[in-house]
């Protein structure tokens, strides 16, 4: 019967840790297996994957180009033509509706509505941010705006 007390490894599971520098008789005393002199035989002589023997590193040969604005607002942009197509009069365009209808891809990101096309149908909008130009369809068409 398997207790705790009589636990153990599988065979051949755990290998023993080679001890090198340790005398003539392991096999692995003297250099310990470093090899004779030189940088790799020194203590942390072994140089990273991307030194260059030190000419200039080619992430410092290249240019630098552009920048990452940092203050960037980033919306989900749904335009009024898409809109028109997949809504019904009265219906209420929100996050969770813009996204069931495959219109957004990502609801945790603010909607803002642009004005490409035209509205012929009175919706009720409650988004973060609507364009100028949609807000005046919007209105032309009966709709009303809870932003």
Do not use: C
Request: no cysteine; net charge positive.
């Amino acid at each position: 019967m398997i207790t705790l007390s009589n636990l153990e490894p599988k065979k051949g599971a755990v290998k023993k840790r080679k001890r090198v520098g340790r005398g003539p008789g392991s096999g692995h005393g003297k250099t310990a297996g470093r090899g004779h002199k030189g940088e790799k035989a020194r203590a942390g002589g072994a140089k990273p994957v991307w030194f260059e023997g030190g000419q200039m590193p080619l992430y410092r040969r290249l240019p630098k180009r552009g920048f990452k604005n940092i203050f960037r607002k980033e919306y989900e942009y749904v335009n009024l033509d898409q809109i028109e197509s997949r809504y019904s009069e009265g219906e209420v365009v929100n996050k969770e509706t813009l996204f069931n209808k495959g219109l957004i891809k990502r609801t945790e990101l603010p909607v803002k509505v642009l004005g490409r096309g035209d509205l012929t149908k009175a919706l009720e909008f409650q988004v973060d941010k609507i364009s100028k130009g949609a807000r005046e369809k919007i209105e032309k068409a009966g709709g009303k705006i809870n932003a």
